[in-house]
């Protein structure tokens, strides 16, 4: 059943494009046909103008993939409204049933549901046999032709190695997001030999590819009968794995390890630390307050382990860490 609020959030999308589209000469209107460089270019701009942003995944998953029944998180629609203008979700959606959308939808739902059902009879009900004899048969060949299709699928196996050294990443948390069209995607993760494999009907297929401490990277494949195993370099996320690096080593100058830290972070960039599933909590630092608390040799930050990093112009904009309570 298609969510009650959909139609705002089309509406916002579109308003979103716009707005996006008009500081970017030959960006297409439609944001779902957004790629990968022109994703990136509205994380940064997302990032300066409401000082948060959102990751490749969730915009694959919420804006590349169609789930009628389901919305994004509150927080998110906020995020993505203030950059429209308006205060949050809540705001821009007063402000558009004000304009009438969503009411002509609402009216033909009032209508349908006021409908009484008409007494039947059995003259009406020999009547519609043949019709319901028809569905059924529909049905049952739709269900035998989906079966036989499932049949075609064919498994892909993707290895992934470090694009600077060629080795194989064993050990980086690998993952991948295999999108579909009109349907949510789907989730595979690595094994120990540093390899995904995937199931997928023959043609284009595309994915996103996550691991520890590497750059996020989209991937477009044709997949054929017999396709053999592929290898896929991933870029290193230097800074991510120095902020670990730094977190976890002894430090003897620490002026020199708060200028190293200094040229890694935008002016504006927003630091977040998210404890652990039992202590339910976020905490955001700006830059000098993260630096300081990862350099204070007292009470700073140790063993950390970065989930997520946004990027802008080579340095980091954002980024997302735990702090394992284990220094060992």
């Known amino acids: 059943m298609k969510h009650p609020d959909r139609i705002f959030f089309e509406k916002l999308k579109e308003e979103i494009a716009g707005i996006y589209c008009s500081g970017s000469p030959g960006t297409s209107e439609k944001i779902e046909e957004w790629n990968g460089r022109t994703i990136e270019g509205f994380q940064n701009e997302l990032q300066q103008k409401v000082k948060s942003a959102i990751s490749l995944r969730w915009f694959y998953t919420h804006i590349k993939s169609v789930n009628e029944d389901k919305l994004p998180r509150t927080d998110v629609l906020d995020l993505l409204s203030q950059y429209a203008g308006y205060s949050n979700w809540n ?7 004000e304009t009438g959308i969503g009411k002509e939808e609402n009216k033909e739902t009032i209508i349908i549901e006021s409908k009484q059902p008409e007494p039947a009879t059995s003259k009406a009900n020999k009547r519609l046999m043949p019709v319901i004899l028809a569905i059924s048969v529909i049905v049952l060949l739709t269900m035998i032709w989906a079966m036989a299709r499932k049949g075609d699928e064919v498994t892909c196996r993707f290895c992934f190695t470090d694009a600077d050294v060629g080795t194989v990443i064993k050990n980086g948390k690998i993952g991948i997001t295999l999108l579909h069209e009109q349907e949510s995607p789907q989730e595979f993760t690595g094994n120990d030999s540093g390899c995904v494999n995937i199931r997928s009907k023959p043609g284009k297929v595309t994915f996103i590819v996550h691991a520890q401490y590497y750059r996020p990277d989209t991937i477009i494949r044709t997949i054929t009968e017999g396709f053999n195993p592929e290898t896929v370099q991933l870029k290193p996320d230097d800074y991510a794995l120095m ?52 350099t204070m040799p007292i009470t700073s930050l140790k063993n950390i382990e970065v989930i997520e990093t946004l990027y802008n112009n080579g340095k980091i904009s954002a980024l997302r860490f735990i702090q394992k309570e284990d220094n060992k």
Request: glycine share 6%.
């Open 91 to 97: 705001d821009f959606v007063c402000k558009k049933r």
């Open 243 to 294: 902020i670990s690096i730094f977190s976890r080593s002894k430090v003897e100058d620490w002026n020199l390890r708060r200028q190293q830290l200094q040229g890694m972070f935008t002016d504006d960039a927003r630091i977040f630390q998210v404890y652990p599933s039992d202590k339910r909590g976020m905490e955001m630092y700006n830059k000098e307050e993260f630096i300081g608390k990862l």
